[in-house]
């Protein structure tokens, strides 16, 4: 069952290269119908492998092919080889379908544009590179993977390139990208150094072996996960996300919510062994991420672009993630990152229907009231909130829930708490947004208001299942108050995933964890549903008490600014002085100069030409002379 | 018998008058005439080398020197001719149609 | 008895070559050089190769200098044309001449062995000239006699009066 897992990534490739060399001449049917198909089959074939994995037990869990020998440098080998384990299983299902569904939905929302086929290519042209990524079994071949996401990322968010903010946005992708890419290599480099080997598995020996120094751990793991943070958008580079809202909604949904930022967390739990080896780097892995959970949670409080909202909102997810690795939990982190990938996936095409029923506008202060228009949007969207905002018995609750209590649990009683504030902050803004889209007084733009319609089935049926997956999804990985053997999640996932901190706290303790966690939730609803809909004024007042936070708030603490004359308005500033002065004179310089040095040299040599008969013999008797001269001495 | 570097330096010093003829000399015949002097100079020398290493081929190969210096004068003479009928001169610094 | 032969045709032979670059009437010239090329053909036989000498005054003196003799009278310049007037193209010219004459001969030391006695007896008579040629010198023999065709025909073609003139 699980001989045939190396197909995952190249069904995808393989549909890429056809529509990337034929796409223009096929028929727009036909490219919709191959694009899913392709990311279908590799679906297909991702639960067949996890069918075979589960069958296989604990022993047999890791299955690695070696499809092609790649680089052999002396002692550096970097080959391209797959590994089916628990975790890229999990990792492909995910990408695979949740990649299924945004790739139909995306056949409705983009169907008039006239990019249509370079979308779908660029689509599976991403599928491929995430799934090498996820897949990959040494860590060159998965930076290979990471750095093809990364490209994808650039031209998905700069599809509409004529659009100066979009194409900027995706440039702006790239390069913040490139730092964390900067910092990732040279934990490769470090790891081939002292390691001598990528593959993932002969680094977790090392480790295990006691190989290397704890300093050194460290030292890469730090630098890993710079690289992490550039990927999945934490601070301090987290200001591309964003702006990447730019590219279209479906490739939000998938790109920006459910898979290329999450690849940072599954970069550290795939390196799990490291991160718990070097205890600081742990820790700073949490602290990162709590510290970003709450700080982006606190820019989602005042945006009115709903895409933004939706934005930061992922970053502050994606350092819950990171909260839940942090402190070791590796598998709290991984069941976030799945059932995260559902209803952020599901709010974002939801939000793309309700830019799409009003003919595109985002800013909700010009929406409102909409729940009576949109029957089939709205509900799917409220699922979408409650899930994420930690309501009991949807999937965000559970897996919210694993990853606060193990953060009490492991002693980190602040990341805990700045955890239970995000809490409230996410349940208050995700309302926010419902409160404004779909309720109260109606805003709309009159021409928008005469083409509101409800989405094409092609875009509400993957709504309707992103829904139902987002209450189902989280009973795989049941909290351990009910009993350790209903955590299928994390007992799957531990072959690969060492349970290092056994956890125990009373049963008492526990249960007050989730109630909690359920209170800070329904409190922020509550907040939000007063602001808005019992007081709408209330916002307003709290705005003319407080008008500079506000201000900060609103304008996102001015980072975008900061980092623009620190870093970005200097670099400009540079490349100009060194064009200027190098570019332009040296190299010009070099080039325009032994043109008219040859120039010159052929003006004079022209002298010699005069025509004479004379004057050439004398030259040839000249010669002759000469070589006799060299010959004789 | 006659010490063969007699010929030689005989031989070395029609050649250098060939060529002293060729540059002072002003009018394209007279120069054409140096160059077989100097043609005949090398002759000279390849018939001592073929008396002294004692085989045939130095004549063989003046022979052919012979042969070849006959048909490049007959052509030779020919375009000098021609240039006489286009330029009505044989000055030789007057041809400089190459010059550049 | 031999050197005798050969220090007159020697001074013979420079003497006339002399002639012909300070003469300015490019008859006379041609005449020096007839009899240059004659002092020549007798150094050859001097030298053991009597097919050579006889090939050198056949061909050399008679057929080519008469050429030149024909286009000379074809010419017919009346006044004859002197050498160069400008002095620094001579004493370039002697300059040159000098450093040559210098190289040449230091070129010479040790180039020649001693006559062994095997050799005084190879004559070149026409017998083993002609094997030779024959035998290891027939490719460079045929394709010369090609180029004497084309020498003709070249010739002739390129005096030859256009009719459209």
Same mark, same amino acid.
């Given at each position: 069952m699980t001989e045939i897992f190396w197909l995952i990534p190249f069904i995808p490739a393989l549909s890429t290269l056809i529509l990337a060399v034929f796409g223009q001449k096929l028929p727009k049917k036909y490219v919709s119908f191959q694009a899913c198909f392709a990311v279908f089959a590799s679906f297909v074939i991702s639960v067949i492998s996890l069918i075979g994995l589960l069958q296989a037990g604990h022993e047999h869990s890791t299955i690695v092919k070696n499809l092609f020998s790649w680089i052999h440098a002396g002692s550096f080998k970097a080959d391209l080889s797959l590994q089916l384990d628990p975790l890229s299983a999990v990792m492909a299902l995910v990408v695979t379908g949740v990649g299924f569904l945004i790739h139909v939905y995306s056949v409705g929302y983009m169907a008039e544009d006239k990019g249509y086929t370079r979308y779908f290519t660029y689509m599976n042209l991403f599928t491929f590179a995430m799934l090498v990524l996820v897949m990959a079994s040494n860590i060159v071949l998965m930076f290979v993977g990471w750095e093809g996401v990364g490209l994808c990322s650039y031209l998905l968010i700069g599809f509409w390139f004529e659009k100066h903010s979009a194409a900027n946005a995706g440039k702006k992708a790239f390069i913040v990208n490139r730092i964390g890419d900067a910092a990732f290599l040279l934990g490769i480099f470090f790891i081939f150094i002292h390691i001598? &080997?990528?593959?993932f598995r002969a680094i977790n020996e090392a480790i295990g072996g006691g190989e290397i120094t704890q300093s050194l751990a460290t030292l890469i793991a730090i630098l890993l996960f710079v690289g992490a943070v550039g990927k999945s958008a934490q601070i301090p580079l987290y200001v591309w996300l964003p702006d990447a809202m730019e590219g279209p909604t479906p490739v939000s949904a998938l790109i920006h919510a459910a898979t290329m930022v999450t690849a940072g967390v599954y970069m550290v739990s795939r390196m799990n062994i490291l991160f718990t080896f070097s205890i600081s780097a742990g820790h700073i892995v949490a602290v990162v991420g709590a510290v970003t959970a709450v700080f982006a949670a606190t820019m989602a409080l005042t945006q009115n672009d709903i895409k933004r909202v939706l934005a930061y909102s992922t970053i502050s997810q994606i350092g819950y993630m990171f909260i839940g690795c942090g402190v070791g939990a590796y598998a709290a982190g991984m069941f976030h990152l799945y059932t995260h990938a559902f209803f952020k996936s599901l709010l974002f095409l939801a939000a793309g229907s309700v830019m799409h029923a009003l003919s595109g506008e985002l800013n909700m202060q010009k929406m409102g009231g909409l729940r009576k228009y949109l029957p089939l949007t709205y509900p799917t969207f409220l699922i979408g909130a409650i899930a994420i905002a930690g309501i009991?018995?949807? &999937?965000g609750f559970f897996s919210k829930d694993a990853i606060l209590t193990s953060a009490f649990a492991s002693g980190q009683y602040f990341v805990w708490g700045l955890g239970i504030f995000g809490a409230v902050l996410t349940a208050f803004y995700m309302f926010r947004l419902i409160f404004l889209t779909f309720y109260g007084k109606e805003r709309l733009e009159p021409e928008a208001k005469k083409h509101l319609h409800e989405s094409p089935p092609v875009m509400t049926i993957p709504l309707v299942l992103l829904a139902f997956f987002s209450v189902i999804a989280g009973y795989v990985g049941l909290p351990v108050v009910f009993g350790k053997k209903l955590d299928f999640f994390g007992r799957f996932l531990e072959p690969v995933i060492e349970h290092a901190h056994e956890v125990h706290l009373t049963l008492g303790t526990e249960w007050m964890l989730i109630l909690i966690s359920v209170a800070v939730a329904v409190t922020g609803i509550y907040i939000a549903w007063v602001f808005y809909i019992k007081n709408p004024q209330t916002p307003h007042n709290l705005v003319a008490r407080f008008p500079g936070l506000y201000k900060l708030l609103y304008n996102k603490y001015y980072v975008d600014e900061i980092y623009n004359t620190l870093f970005v308005n200097s670099t400009i500033k540079g490349s100009e002085v060194v064009y200027d002065h190098f570019d332009l004179k040296v190299i010009d310089g070099a080039v325009n100069g032994s043109a008219s040095a040859t120039n010159f040299f052929g003006k004079v040599l022209s002298y010699i030409q005069t025509g004479l008969i004379k004057d050439y013999a004398l030259i040839f008797l000249l010669g002759a002379i000469l070589l006799l001269g060299y010959l004789l001495f | 018998m006659i010490p063969l570097s007699y010929f030689l330096i005989l031989s070395i010093i029609l050649f250098v008058l060939g060529a002293i003829g060729f540059f002072i000399k002003r009018d394209l015949i007279t120069q054409f005439m140096t160059v077989e002097i100097m043609l005949n100079a090398a002759n000279l020398a390849f018939i001592t080398f073929a008396k002294s290493a004692g085989s045939l081929d130095g004549q063989v190969i003046v022979f052919f020197i012979i042969t070849v210096a006959a048909a490049e004068a007959a052509v030779g003479l020919a375009i000098i001719l021609l240039v006489y009928r286009q330029k009505k001169t044989i000055k030789s610094e007057d041809i400089k149609l190459m010059k550049g | 008895m031999a050197h005798i032969l050969f220090f007159l045709l020697a001074i013979i032979c420079i003497g006339s070559v002399l002639g012909m670059i300070i003469s300015k009437d490019q008859a006379y010239n041609a005449l020096f050089l007839i009899v240059a090329f004659a002092c020549m053909g007798g150094l050859f036989a001097l030298l053991d190769a009597p097919f050579i000498a006889a090939v050198q005054i056949i061909?050399?003196?008679?057929a080519i200098m008469i050429l030149f003799i024909f286009v000379v009278m074809m010419i017919n310049l009346r006044t004859g044309i002197g050498p160069e007037k400008k002095k620094w193209t001579l004493y370039f010219a002697f300059l040159v001449a000098g450093v040559l004459i210098i190289e040449l001969v230091l070129t010479l030391k040790g180039a020649l062995k001693p006559i062994s006695?095997?050799?005084?007896?190879k004559i070149g008579s026409p017998t083993d000239l002609g094997r030779l040629l024959f035998t290891k010198y027939l490719y460079p023999f045929e394709i010369t006699s090609i180029l004497i065709i084309a020498a003709l025909v070249g010739a002739i073609v390129l005096v030859k009066k256009r009719d459209k003139e």
């Open positions: 001598g &080997s990528g593959e009991p018995f949807l &999937s | - | 061909i050399y003196a008679g006695s095997a050799s005084m007896d």
